[in-house]
């Protein structure tokens, strides 16, 4: 950001093109994954439907978890097995922030991206 302010920043995140907002949807990748890798991958990807991810900060910290679905525009990701209890007892699918997420495992059925791992 070229602003020191938080609200500019603030402001130009909640405003920001979906193409960047996406790539800010990114999480780490696991240290292991990244020694596995042949090349040198960046510290963080975007999370995709598929990809098994660990949960770093929060109540449900510690907990693994296959994507559900992710929304680019609020960047958040809705993990399986992660929910909340409402106050008329219905469960509801918890939406968890990306950068509170560390990627485990990716979703290689894309070939781009198994390529790029590889490589």
């Known amino acids: 950001m070229t602003s020191g302010k938080a609200r500019t920043q603030r402001r130009r995140a909640a405003e920001a093109p979906l193409h960047r907002k996406r790539a800010a949807a990114a999480a780490h990748l696991d240290p292991k994954l990244l020694e596995k890798s042949k090349v040198r991958l960046p510290r963080a990807l975007p999370i ?3 990809d098994t991810v660990r949960i770093m900060r929060g109540n449900f910290r510690g907990k693994e978890g296959s994507v559900v679905s992710v929304d680019a525009v609020d960047g958040t990701v809705v993990i399986e ?14 939406p968890v ?8 495992k990716m979703d290689d059925t894309d070939p781009w991206r198994r390529r790029k791992f590889q490589e």
């Open 48 to 50: 995709r439907k598929g």
């Open 81 to 94: 097995g992660i929910t909340i209890e409402k106050t008329d007892e219905k469960k509801v699918a918890r």
């Open 97 to 104: 922030h990306a950068s509170n997420l560390m990627i485990v």
